[in-house]
């Protein structure tokens, strides 16, 4: 990628953060809280979706794509899929990636395309870790990443059945039409070949899906905010055995506080099992297979002990991983 292009996307992420603060500035947007990204069992396994700062962190160009269907059995039961691929810049200490995402819940569809960027550096000397270039124990690299985008929603309000079908609420006579929602968010991010941490804001802002507040007041909810704190580490348990422990803990200061407890398997370097428990009330299991040293398939489902359990038969999601370039040795793996 040359000097020139690399500049472009640069320009780019700013010009789209600078439009998105005019419109705050001059109150052209409607009504505003905390935005959620989509959120799957085996983001471990594609954090760049919660945290731009780890977009690159594989080290080559890697595209994920994950499928969910949440809470089978349910009619409008959430539905989401995304596209996302991201990549080391050539000779630079910078990374870009992006995410495309879709939802459906209820009657309201959301689409988003998100554009992420990291600034990445090497923390501390010395020699080993992955192609030598100093990511040993206790080395690593720190990076700092943005992500900038939009989400196109539609809602069809007139689909609601009211409790009186006859004097039925008339803020549900009519759809909402496409909404333009720009947005934002930023991370930070640490890692070397034993564990990894991260914080982030992956969305600050939040177009409201109620009816009634299709309005163009601006209002911004700081204790909405969603933040996320994610941690892990892979230790050897014999020379084909490994476990990996992580954690995602996701804070919304004025209204609630989640938190993920993951343990993985992973055997002889190409096979994961592993199971989580979320403190919502959900216990998940998954898997994960490498079918070549570049093409790995994932499967995740997981059943929620809340009041959903006597309607719900459970949910499933499908991660699929490829990894172009690939030339890291089979004796020094990527983990995360």
């Known amino acids: 990628m040359t000097k020139c292009f ?29 935005q959620q990204p989509l959120i799957f069992n085996e983001s471990m396994f594609n954090t760049m979706l919660i945290n731009p700062a780890y977009t690159g962190s594989r080290e080559v160009f890697t595209v994920n794509a994950l499928g969910r269907r949440q809470w089978v059995g349910i009619n409008g039961a959430p539905t ?20 495309l995402m879709n939802e459906h819940f209820g009657v309201t569809s959301r689409t988003g395309f998100y554009y992420n960027y990291a600034y990445r550096i090497k923390v501390g000397n010395g020699r080993g870790g992955i192609r030598n ?16 985008g939009f989400d196109l929603r539609f809602s069809d309000w007139s689909n609601v059945v009211t409790g009186d079908p006859i004097n039925s609420d008339p803020e549900f006579y009519y759809d909402s039409g496409m909404k333009f929602e720009p947005n934002f968010g930023a991370g930070a991010y640490f890692n070397n070949d034993k564990y990894y941490i991260g914080l ?12 009634k507040e299709q309005n163009n007041e601006l209002s911004v909810r700081l204790g909405d905010i969603a933040y996320y704190l994610i941690a892990g580490a892979v230790y050897d348990l014999s020379r084909e055995v490994k476990v990996r422990p992580s954690i995602l803990f996701k804070w919304l200061p004025n209204s609630s506080f989640q938190a993920d407890f993951n ?74």
């Open 80 to 99: 989401s899929e995304s596209i996302s691929a991201n990549s080391p810049l050539r000779r630079s200490k910078s990374s870009m990636g992006f995410n």
């Open 263 to 336: 343990s993985n398997f992973i055997f002889k370097d190409r096979y994961t099992i592993g199971a989580t428990y979320r403190t919502s009330s959900s216990f998940a299991v998954l898997a994960q297979i490498y079918i070549t040293r570049q093409f790995s398939f994932g499967y995740s489902y997981d059943y929620s002990f809340s009041e959903l359990r006597g309607f719900s038969s459970g949910s499933h999601e499908i991660l699929l991983q490829y990894e172009f370039g690939f030339n890291i040795k089979s004796s020094n793996p990527r983990y995360f």
């Open 200 to 211: 982030s804001i992956p969305r600050f802002l939040l177009w409201s899906d109620n009816p």
């Open 6 to 34: 690399r500049n472009y996307l640069k320009r780019g992420m700013l010009a789209l953060m600078l439009s998105i603060a005019f419109e705050f500035s001059f109150g052209l947007i409607e009504d505003i809280k905390a």
């Open 133 to 148: 270039k100093g990511r040993g124990p206790g080395i690593g690299k720190l990076s700092f990443g943005m992500s900038g």
